[in-house]
């Protein structure tokens, strides 16, 4: 695996973390925040725009994951790369979102 190779199997595997929430918006009909929305990233968006939005996401992550040299989920080092990626969105997104969903932020109690 290449330096480029890791860096783009961890991005795809923001990319694929970030499409499941708007996906979910977009299949339960509900609003979610999109980039789109009005202020970006804090207003929602309707279900359409998350439904676009999260298979626009699954292509992005298709492209970093089966398109960049020859991602093997079952090789350590490559799925680690890729459930790092993954990791760093959780973390970040459920910090970010959880003060307009009702999500607990720390210092918040």
């Known amino acids: 695996m290449s330096w480029f190779e890791g860096i783009a199997w961890i991005f795809g595997g923001m990319f694929l973390a970030n499409a499941v929430p708007h996906l979910v918006a977009?299949?339960?009909?509900?609003?979610?925040?999109?980039?789109?929305?009005?202020?970006?990233?804090?207003?929602?968006?309707?279900?359409?725009?998350?439904?676009?939005?999260?298979?626009?996401?699954?292509?992005?992550?298709?492209?970093l994951l089966c398109r960049v040299g020859d991602f093997d989920l079952e090789e350590p080092v490559e799925a680690s790369a890729f459930g790092a990626g993954i990791l760093l969105t959780v973390v970040f997104l459920s910090r970010r979102f959880g003060r307009f969903n009702g999500g607990n932020t720390p210092g918040a109690e």
């Open 26 to 63: 977009a299949l339960m009909g509900r609003p979610f925040q999109t980039p789109f929305a009005r202020p970006p990233g804090q207003g929602l968006s309707s279900s359409l725009v998350n439904g676009l939005w999260g298979v626009a996401n699954l292509v992005i992550a298709w492209l």
